[in-house]
């Protein structure tokens, strides 16, 4: 049987999938760090690393939480692979992961994380119908 193919917009949202892995890479190193020195780290941009209302958890749920996204990016990332191969399952795995995808964007304050997730929804629920 093959397997239904989904539309090319469908497909492009996969990238923004897998362009989340960055997050879900860079997190041990901001732990590792945290427990070090008892901060995370600074950005480029003047910034702490993934400071955001869970920092306040205390380092223990932190790290949990930090575990958490890097499951979730992981899986976001095989989500995006299936949706660029056109694979209906890409989607459904996409949309099951939205809301703790984006419970986890807001408590590590990741606007590059949140900002494709309203239209990624869209696109995707649109293709599965």
């Known amino acids: 049987m093959t ?3 989904l539309p090319w917009s469908a497909r492009a949202a996969g990238i923004s999938f897998n362009l989340e892995l960055a997050f879900g890479i860079t997190m041990p190193i901001a732990l590792a760090h945290l427990a070090r020195r008892g901060e995370l780290p600074m950005t ?3 910034f702490r690393a993934f400071s955001g209302p869970f920092e306040r958890l205390g380092a223990r749920r932190f790290a ?4 958490a996204l890097m499951g979730v990016s ?6 995006g692979l299936w949706l660029v ?3 209906r399952r890409g989607a459904v795995l996409g949309l ?4 703790p995808a984006t419970i986890l964007g807001l408590g590590f304050a990741l606007p590059l994380w949140l900002a ?5 929804t869209i696109v ?4 599965l119908r």
């Not at 995707?124 to 293709?127: D, E, I, N, V, W």
């Open 64 to 67: 949990l939480l930090g575990a």
């Open 124 to 127: 995707l629920l649109r293709a």
């Open 116 to 120: 494709p997730i309203p239209l990624r």
């Open 44 to 46: 480029p941009f003047g």
């Open 85 to 87: 191969q056109g694979r």
């Open 96 to 99: 099951a992961l939205t809301p």
């Open 3 to 5: 397997p239904q193919r």
């Open 74 to 79: 992981a899986l976001n990332f095989v989500a």
